[in-house]
């Protein structure tokens, strides 16, 4: 579904040990501190997890399945896996114990968990085109399952915004292969397109603050802007290497992303008013890709 090719790896960190303490386990770093993002390991993708700087990084998922993207837990204890399958996975963070969730559907490829914790956005398609998708939400039990958009084309890529009032998504409306980035209300009402033109808006992500970040070819390669409301976009780290799946900090003060810079696929952070970006991750090829960050709510 789309024209770029897949950033993908194996993991050069080393873990970060924890003090001992006498009285009881040590409590883990606070979850808003920790990223979860993609990386191969044993011929699969699989669910990690690290400090926002990269440090204390290890594998959480084991299981014989690609997994295809990580959302969290409010409580950041958890995270919701969802594999290229369109099987569901709610994943331990501790243990990395890894227990099925059942939906009423199958096949969708880019489920994500509300900010409550209570529902799923996800694709699908009920058509034998893989350029056919719509919008998707149901609770996570699999209760109340609802289709929210109904156009021609390819509606993928849900994400909510940090309130959970609106989810945002992309729209690819024509045979030119352009993306716009669209948001609706997780009822079906208030549809709205946010952005026009013959380029490719990708791999949306929502701040607290309001604003979105995402890839764009504004400039021919791929790169992250980050635009306010009712602002022009703003190029938030320029370099030729392909930019993708940008998420921000809990503060929206923060965005961390994935970058082929250097020749392999790594997560990379910047500040959310630019400048020189910072590595965060040193995987070997194939990689690390899609980071997520933890959300504020989760506790310590």
Known sequence: MRSRAALSGLLLLGLVGCAASTSRTP??????????????????????????????ARQLTRSPTEKARVSWFPDGRELLVDTQEGVLLRVDVESGAEVSVPLPVAGMLD????????????????????DANEVWVCDLDGSHLRQLTNRAGLQHEPAWDPSGARIYYLSNLGPSGSHDIWRI????????????????????????????????????????????????????????????????????????????????????????????????????????????????????
């Open 27 to 56: 409590a883990a770093p606070h979850a808003a501190q920790r990223i979860a993002f993609l990386a191969h390991s044993e011929g699969f993708w699989q669910a990690w997890i690290a400090n926002a700087d990269g440090s204390g």
């Open 185 to 300: 209300a997780p009822d079906g009402s208030e549809d709205e397109r946010l952005t026009f033109g013959e380029l490719r808006h990708l791999d949306v992500a929502v701040s607290s603050r309001g604003e979105i970040a995402y890839s764009g070819n504004q400039r021919g390669s791929f790169d992250v802007w980050l635009k306010a409301p009712e602002l022009m976009p703003v190029l938030l780290a320029e370099d030729r290497a392909l930019d993708a799946y940008p998420s921000f900090s809990a503060d929206g003060e923060v965005v961390v992303f994935e970058s082929s810079r250097g020749g392999t696929s790594n997560i990379w952070r910047v500040g959310r008013s630019g400048g020189q970006a910072e590595p965060v991750t040193r995987f070997a090829a194939p990689g690390a890709r899609r980071p997520v960050w933890a959300p504020v709510e989760a506790a310590p």
């Open 111 to 130: 489920a994500v968990l509300s900010p409550d914790g209570r529902q799923i956005a996800f694709s699908l398609t009920q058509s034998d085109s893989p």
